[in-house]
């Protein structure tokens, strides 16, 4: 159950993050500082910590391969947040919430068995919340559709899929601080080729970007790394996938709050009806474990 709330609560961590770079892109900042100050902040962050852990060194092989998969996280967050220059963030959201059913149908795949009836149930409660939560049903939703968004916004489901595929799976003995560590290298580094970190010399970072960025870095790098590693060796791509389905529940959440954002009747059931998709199958896997216990 800890290893559960764990990727829970990194997934919710993941649905704050529309809302601070919508707050950072109205105050003329741009993708590559808002992404590249991201990036280089959890970078630091992640490796304040890691540092302590350092007396363990895994092999050379393990630490290359997480900073491999750090480029998964990186490329979430650069081709997530290029859509939210194209398209509103609930759709945008809508778009990066297709990790859900692309993380089963890895699993599914990579162990060669058909998810359980649970999990398809589960599913179709998820995609169905998430398009009544994103407000796609809404007067003008499908308007507001761009193809450049909707293709980043499909990328950024692709590698957040990745990233729940590997986390769980490469180098899993390697102590959780160094993993998340040197994942967010491996971003750092991937954000770092594609957007020059200029906003170190160029006085942006301490004019006014640094509380997007921090927050950014610790919402969207830190927490969820951190948590997910520590988490996702222990339940599985497809379990982990569910539970990431909090984000958005979250992102509605922080823009009704933050942004006074108005939510309707439609996307407040479609909350609910993820809220269901995600408890669901746990409890159905609690209540077959009563009953085993119950018959044995």
């Known amino acids: ?11 919710c961590s993941y649905g704050i993050l529309s809302t601070i ?60 947040y290029n859509a ?23 699993e599914a ?21 998430t398009l009544l939560a994103g407000g796609i049903f809404e007067s003008g939703g499908l308007a507001q559709f761009h193809i450049l968004g909707v293709v980043f916004g499909l990328l950024s489901a692709v ?20 993993r998340s560590s040197s994942m967010a290298t491996g971003s750092f580094l991937l954000a770092s080729l594609i957007y020059p970190p200029v906003f170190l010399f160029n006085g942006a970072l301490l004019d006014g970007l640094f509380p997007y960025v921090f927050l950014l870095a610790f919402f969207g790098i830190f927490i969820p790394t951190v948590f997910f590693n520590y988490g996702m060796p222990h339940i599985g791509p497809g379990m982990g996938a569910i539970l990431g389905a909090a984000e958005l529940p979250m992102a509605v959440l922080s823009s009704y709050v ?39």
């Not at 795949?109 to 919340?129: A, H, N």
């Not at 996307?267 to 995600?278: A, K």
Request: hydrophobic share 55%; glycine share 8%; charged share 10%.
């Open 1 to 11: 159950m800890r290893y559960i709330l764990l990727v829970f609560l990194g997934a």
């Open 159 to 178: 590698s957040f899929t990745l990233f729940i595929l590997f986390s769980g799976k490469i180098a899993i003995a390697v102590n959780p601080w160094i």
């Open 109 to 129: 795949v990579m162990t060669r068995r058909m998810p359980g009836k649970e999990t398809i149930f589960s599913l179709l409660l998820l995609l169905t919340g």
């Open 84 to 106: 939210l220059q194209y398209i509103p963030a609930s759709i945008a959201i809508v778009l990066l919430f297709q990790f859900t059913w692309m993380g089963v149908l890895v």
């Open 258 to 296: 933050i942004l006074n954002e108005s939510v309707s009747i439609l996307q407040v059931s479609g909350v609910v009806i993820i809220l269901l998709g995600i408890i669901l199958p746990e409890w159905l896997r609690q209540r077959n474990i009563r009953r085993n216990k119950a018959t044995s």
């Open 21 to 80: 770079v919508k707050l950072a892109y109205k105050q003329g900042y741009s993708p590559a500082e808002v992404i590249g100050g991201q990036m280089f902040l959890g970078f630091v962050l992640t490796w304040i910590p890691a540092l302590f852990f350092l007396r363990t060194k895994p092999p050379l092989r393990q630490l290359l391969l997480l900073v491999a998969v750090g480029l998964s996280v990186g490329s979430t967050g650069i081709m997530y």
